[in-house]
């Protein structure tokens, strides 16, 4: 049976079951840290605040110890997943330009599941909270969400044609992780306070496990492999997987002009830099609204992030309105970074359950920079390389993702006992960071794209023996 050539069902279902558990990872942690600091029962009621049910000076400090705690326990988290993570995620994604996409895909889901397991797990079974971090740390040696996303991203680029498709494709899959994730964390609150922490991982699981059956068995690959590609016994033998994996990386920059490299690096340093500030303050919002005064329940909880995932489609609909206007892709990048930064500055100000909620209207256009920022960078490079390029996109962002979740939760844990909100200003501070880089790149104004694609072209006029010399010359100059 022919296979499909569709990522998008993959990424809407890891998107479902991955939030419908993200929600309450923290807050299951935060529970148990509650019982075994306090020797009490978390304070959970059906009132919109659990706040104002006790006031008194030993609950808040009480608060202020179990937040100091969480934020320690996703420090930690942090710490011991994300350097296995991040080398899984430049062998593989790189690898995948000779082995093809799937295992860039296949594995992460199955680390995924592996860790979806162990904290069914622990709930199940009471055990220690702690071995989450050493279950987060084994489903890392099979890569993460970054690994996924940079396998999908690659596989995407195979199957586009020009730079436009690209950037609407791309910004669909935003669109579609928004869409579903949307829909997961609406429910969690109510499926938690239903049944309990175990069924929501237990659903979770299930889903991963038919996403894990429709990418090995239905996914088409997209990468071919070419004829001639069996393995000759009495030849050389092939280079290893690190080796390709660094000849891929070199290769990514060695080929290209001195001002395309530059171009490069700049989208890379504002990709990064837009998404540590940008992860980084989301990391410590589900804290921020368990805390006081907002001390919010889980069904609020469920509202809140599903409210904040609506800025996938609406990041959709912005980058959809300025690509058919014709608006320059550095425009669309620079309203989604102020679009974060107004956000960012409202949370560090909301003491209520009406204005955090208003928090993510400013922030509707946050996502629009990625979808465009990848686009631009893969305009830039040639189709060849495309998993090199990815490997380094995904690389980059999960390695900024990691360390600003560990940092702002370390930051929130010192800051939480005089001003919550100092984080959320502190991530607005630093979207100056790719601002002013966006501003280099403005300067440096080059277009890139063409360039590749004459490049490209007087390649296979080379390579190709039937094309004439007159045709050949012409490209050569």
């Not at 993200?22 to 807050?27: A, E, M, T």
């Not at 104002?52 to 030993?58: G, K, L, M």
């Not at 680390?111 to 740390?137: K, R």
Request: aromatic fraction near 12%; hydrophobic fraction near 50%.
């Amino acid at each position: 049976m022919r296979g499909l050539f569709f990522v998008e069902p993959v990424i809407a279902l890891y998107a479902f079951a991955s939030f419908l558990i993200y929600p309450l990872l923290q807050q299951y942690v935060y529970r148990r840290l509650w019982q075994d600091l306090t020797n009490t029962t978390y304070p959970a009621y059906d009132n919109t605040s659990v706040c104002v049910t006790n006031t008194s000076s030993n609950h808040t400090n009480h608060h202020n110890e179990v937040q100091r705690q969480a934020s320690l326990f996703s420090l930690y988290t942090e710490l011991f997943s994300t350097p296995p993570s991040l080398v899984v995620t430049l062998l593989l994604v790189a690898y995948s330009d000779q082995r093809g996409r799937k295992i860039a895909i296949v594995l992460p889901l199955v680390g995924s599941l592996v860790f979806t397991l162990s904290f069914l797990a622990v709930s199940f079974f009471e055990l220690d909270v702690y071995l989450l971090i050493g279950a987060s740390l084994a489903s890392s040696l099979f890569g993460g969400i970054g690994t996924f996303l940079g396998g999908c991203f690659a596989y995407i680029a195979d199957m586009c044609e020009n730079g436009k498709q690209k950037t609407l494709r791309m910004a669909g899959v935003d669109m579609v992780i928004g869409l579903l994730s949307g829909v997961a964390s609406l429910l969690t609150g109510y499926f938690l306070q239903a049944a309990g922490f175990n069924w929501p991982f237990l659903t979770s699981a299930i889903c991963q496990f038919l996403t894990l059956l429709y990418a090995l068995f239905v996914l088409e690959e997209s990468v071919k492999k070419p004829p001639g590609d069996a393995i000759d016994l009495n030849g050389p033998p092939r280079p290893s997987a690190i080796k390709q994996m660094f000849f891929g990386m070199h290769q990514l920059f060695a080929g290209a002009s001195g001002r395309s490299n530059a171009l490069l690096v700049l989208l890379l340093l504002v990709f990064t830099t837009f998404s540590f500030a940008h992860v980084g303050g989301l990391s410590v919002i589900t804290l921020y609204e368990l805390n006081e005064p907002l001390c919010w329940s889980e069904i609020l909880i469920g509202y809140g992030t599903a409210l904040s995932t609506t800025v996938f489609l609406t990041s959709f609909l912005g980058v959809s309105a300025f690509t058919f206007c014709g608006a320059p892709q550095l425009l669309t990048i620079l309203v989604g970074i102020l679009s974060v930064v107004s956000g960012m500055i409202l949370a560090s100000f909301a003491k209520t359950t009406v204005l955090m909620f208003l928090v993510r209207v400013p922030m509707l256009l946050a996502i629009m920079p990625f979808p465009i920022l990848r686009s631009m960078m893969s305009k830039i490079v040639s189709n060849s390389k495309q998993g090199a390029l990815f490997a380094c996109v995904a690389f980059l962002d999960n390695l900024s993702n990691s360390v600003s979740s560990a940092v702002f939760n370390a930051i929130y844990g010192i800051t939480v006992a005089w001003y919550p909100g100092f984080s959320f200003l502190l991530a607005a501070g630093l979207c100056l960071i790719p601002l002013v880089l966006l501003a280099a790149v403005g300067l440096l104004g080059v277009d890139v794209a063409t360039e590749v694609e004459e490049s490209e072209g007087l390649l296979s006029a080379e390579d190709d023996p039937d094309a004439d010399e007159d045709d050949k010359s012409v490209l050569r100059t």
